[in-house]
Nanobody
Framework: VQLQASGGGPVQAGGSLRLSCAAS????????VGWFRQAPGKEREFVAA????????YYSDSVKGRFSISRDNAANAVYLQMSSLKPEDTAIYYC?????????????????WGQGTLVTVSS
């Protein structure tokens, strides 16, 4: 599976962005997908994840209620709708796919990674 994240860019605090993760290769619908982010000088952290069918979603406490993850298996894509953005959301956002999708918060459980897209939130 090859993943390509896009949709990042500059935005003011309180604004919104929608990130996309486009997949190609093997049957994308077999994989759970997660979004992770890495802020400058910090470790990469879990943001959100969605099961293969889209019926189960997970969010970190820091984004719950502000971000929404969804997927369109027919389009081989996963989306992260981000609203009420804060300067602390500034990071490179990565999408990743996991066949096992058991420990959804654990980076090592993801098999494939996209290249990342930068989100910059200004105050």
């Amino acid at each position: 599976v090859q993943l390509q994240a896009s949709g990042g860019g500059p935005v003011q605090a309180g604004g919104s962005l929608r990130l996309s993760c486009a997949a190609s290769g093997r049957t994308f619908s077999r994989y759970g997908v997660g979004w992770f982010r890495q802020a400058p000088g910090k470790e990469r952290e879990f943001v959100a994840a969605i099961s293969w069918s889209g019926s189960i979603t997970y969010y970190s406490d820091s984004v719950k209620g502000r971000f929404s993850i969804s997927r369109d298996n027919a389009a081989n894509a996963v989306y992260l709708q981000m609203s009420s953005l804060k300067p602390e959301d500034t990071a490179i956002y990565y999408c990743a796919a996991s066949e096992r999708f058991s420990r959804v918060f654990v980076q090592e459980d993801y098999d494939y990674w996209g290249q990342g897209t930068l989100v910059t939130v200004s105050s």
